[in-house]
T-cell receptor, first 116, second 112 residues
Framework: GAVVSQHPSRVICKSGTSVKIECRSL??????MFWYRQFPKQSLMLMAT?????????EQGVEKDKFLINHASLTLSTLTVTSAHPEDSSFYIC????????????FGPGTRLTVL | GENVEQHPSTLSVQEGDSAVIKCTYS??????FPWYKQELGKRPQLIID?????GEKKDQRIAVTLNKTAKHFSLHITETQPEDSAVYFC???????????FGTGTRLTIIP
């Protein structure tokens, strides 16, 4: 199957700082990337959908000015958590789909964000 | 929007027995239904999926059934093994590059 990487795998930051998470498709062109957030013992909640070269579409209740998403190329999408606070601590997972990949989304390994 | 419900939230079965997890969805336009296994701190792993043009799909010990009329689909695991212990999520989408809506998850524990 296709490979999606995510960096960093783990980050600890102070309250008020910004954190950037990268999601890369390594062996296919990801026309669409998705960003999810998962709190402990809960399901994956979609935050936003991004298509290469377009503005991201955010789910209801997700602040677009706080969670900045950029999908500038067919292999890279970034999520920036701005002015992070302890309640933003979570597991952030990206996934990617593309032409020729059928219906399947390929998930990155996730990023554990801890805001102190 | 799509709403996916999943039951049960926890399930314990004796090793060797079968496990069944059920999901319902609301969007009649959904046509792609994957199942994921997630271990603690890891990414969701696709274990089987089904498209709306078939009613059942099987892969070794794992099978999925789909009833489009009733808008429900189920995961069946036979001859369960300790390594099957994990959290399982169902999901639904309209296919293509459309977003996935996940169920709430089922924590499956296999008792040796």
């Amino acid at each position: 199957g296709a490979v999606v990487s995510q960096h960093p795998s783990r980050v600890i930051c102070k309250s008020g700082t910004s954190v950037k998470i990268e999601c890369r498709s390594l062996d296919f062109q990801a026309t669409t990337m998705f960003w999810y957030r998962q709190f402990p013992k809960q399901s994956l909640m979609l935050m936003a959908t991004s298509n290469e070269g377009s503005k991201a579409t955010y789910e209801q209740g997700v602040e677009k000015d706080k969670f900045l998403i950029n999908h500038a190329s067919l292999t890279l999408s970034t999520l920036t958590v701005t002015s992070a606070h302890p309640e933003d601590s979570s597991f952030y997972i990206c996934s990617a789909s593309g032409q020729g990949a059928g219906h399947e989304q390929f998930f990155g390994p996730g990023t554990r964000l801890t805001v102190l | 929007g799509e709403n996916v419900e999943q039951h049960p939230s926890t399930l314990s079965v004796q090793e060797g027995d079968s496990a069944v997890i059920k999901c319902t969805y609301s969007d009649s336009a959904s046509n792609y239904f994957p199942w994921y296994k997630q271990e603690l701190g890891k990414r969701p792993q696709l274990i089987i999926d089904i498209r709306s043009n078939v009613g059942e799909k099987k892969d070794q010990r794992i099978a999925v059934t789909l009833n489009k009329t009733a808008k429900h689909f189920s995961l069946h695991i036979t001859e369960t093994q300790p390594e099957d212990s994990a959290v399982y999520f169902c999901a639904a989408s309209r296919g293509g590059n459309e977003k996935l809506t996940f169920g709430t998850g089922t924590r499956l524990t296999i008792i040796p």
